[in-house]
Nanobody, 120 residues
Framework: QVQLVESGGGLVQPGGSLRLSCAAS????????MRWYRQAPGKQRDLITT???????YYVDSVKGRFTISRDNAKNTVYLQMNSLKPEDTAVYYC??????????????WGQGTQVTVSS
């Protein structure tokens, strides 16, 4: 059993910055890729960025150059630094991670989500 808990969401003005964190806890053996998704009201949940276990990042075009994903494997934590925020970035942001159990099976876990609102 692995739990993911996001934090750092809140209200920010357009052009501002926010840093999200997602910490994994529980029966952790090996965490693989970690990701951030976001979901606006009435819309589907979309992947915005991925970071591999080795720290290689990938971004969708809408956030590339503005958002930065990073991870601290010693802390089992993934971060999302969001700069130059726009109103269209308003959404619930979800952490997602792949975890390998000692037996070798991979499972995917979700955080509970944290609200990010970009507004004047």
């Amino acid at each position: 059993q692995v739990q993911l808990v996001e934090s750092g969401g809140g209200l920010v003005q357009p052009g501002g910055s926010l840093r999200l964190s997602c910490a994994a806890s529980g029966s952790i053996f090996s965490i693989g890729d970690m990701r951030w998704y976001r979901q606006a009201p009435g819309k589907q949940r979309d992947l915005i960025t991925t970071i591999t276990s080795g720290g290689r990042p990938y971004y969708v075009d809408s956030v590339k150059g503005r958002f930065t994903i990073s991870r601290d494997n010693a802390k089992n934590t993934v971060y999302l630094q969001m700069n130059s925020l726009k109103p269209e970035d308003t959404a619930v942001y979800y952490c997602n991670a792949d975890h390998r159990a000692p037996a070798g099976d991979y499972r995917n876990y979700w955080g509970q989500g944290t609200q990010v609102t970009v507004s004047s």
